[in-house]
């Protein structure tokens, strides 16, 4: 079963696929929103430059943040578990909705705001692959606010089974696919969007754009890792000579103190003699 040589994981090339075809970045906001596709009067990709300089910032994210019908939608895909990974979604909730009024502006106007997180591995402790968040009252479950929403689709826990008339289940597994054989089974459902997402994503990696983009990032990566690697080494080359260097120590001080004991018997015992 050939692997693929890149996956929709890597978010270089989940971030350019949606950038260099907005059609499919609104087909999937609409299936995330749970709207038809029709109903979009506003659509715009906000941040879709990929400054070159970026990719070798081990903290460049690269999500893809949209603005739709009015609402900000954040969509991002995570594939290395991360210690503190919910705060940090809810931190990019706070930093969109917080910037997104205007000066002089009435808090009222501040815009709907969805974090779209996308997790190659198990987050919350339920079978559900999606689960949705909302800020609710603790007994009545009565919304706060429809302006603070969160999306989390865990990858792991797709079903086995294809239901190729769900269309949110069907972008999860291409995000998912590993393999031809993963592709082709998303072809065989016959949807077209499918068909054109997995014609985009071909088409994409097969550019000198993403090679050459997806190349620096992997020697930047390279680099960051030798570079700490060096770095640990040399950590451990000094631990290891301060402890050979307390061992050394150590060795003279029991050395010195079995003198001193030997000479203190040869002293004792000298006594002993003279006193017969």
């Not at 929103?33 to 081990?58: C, H, M, T, W, Y």
């Not at 690269?62 to 290395?80: A, H, P, S, T, Y």
Request: glycine share 6%; net charge negative; with cysteine.
């Amino acid at each position: 079963m050939p692997k693929l040589e890149y996956t929709l994981k890597n978010d270089l090339l989940f971030k350019m696929l949606f950038v260099k075809h907005p059609n499919l970045l609104r087909r999937l906001a609409a299936d995330i929103l749970k709207i038809p596709v029709d109903s979009i009067s506003e659509f715009r990709i906000q941040n879709g430059e990929i400054p070159p300089e970026a990719i070798g910032d081990k903290f460049c994210r690269l999500d893809i943040n949209m603005k739709v019908n009015g609402q900000l939608v954040d969509l991002e895909i995570q594939v290395g578990r991360e210690a503190g990974y919910i705060e940090r979604t809810m931190y990019y909730w706070a930093r969109e909705f917080s910037t997104a009024l205007g000066s002089g502006e009435q808090y009222a106007l501040l815009p709907r705001t969805v974090i779209v997180s996308i997790v190659d591995y198990a987050v919350f402790e339920c079978e559900e692959y999606h689960s949705e968040y909302q800020l609710l009252e603790v007994t009545r479950h009565t919304p706060l606010s429809d302006k603070a929403l969160y999306h989390y689709f865990e990858l792991p826990k797709l079903p086995k089974a294809v239901d190729a008339g769900d269309d949110m289940q069907l972008w999860l597994r291409l995000f998912d696919a590993g393999t031809d054989e993963d592709l082709g089974k998303l072809e065989k459902t016959g949807v077209n969007i499918m068909q054109q997402a997995i014609d985009a994503y071909r088409s994409v990696t097969a550019t000198d754009e993403f090679r050459t983009l997806e190349r620096m990032r992997a020697d930047a990566r390279h680099n960051e890792a030798s570079a700490l690697g060096a770095a640990r080494r040399e950590e451990a080359e000094r631990w290891k000579g301060a402890m050979d260097a307390a061992i050394a120590d150590k060795d003279a001080t029991i050395a010195d103190m079995g003198a001193t004991i030997a000479e203190l018997r040869a002293q004792l015992k000298a006594q002993l003699e003279k006193g017969r």
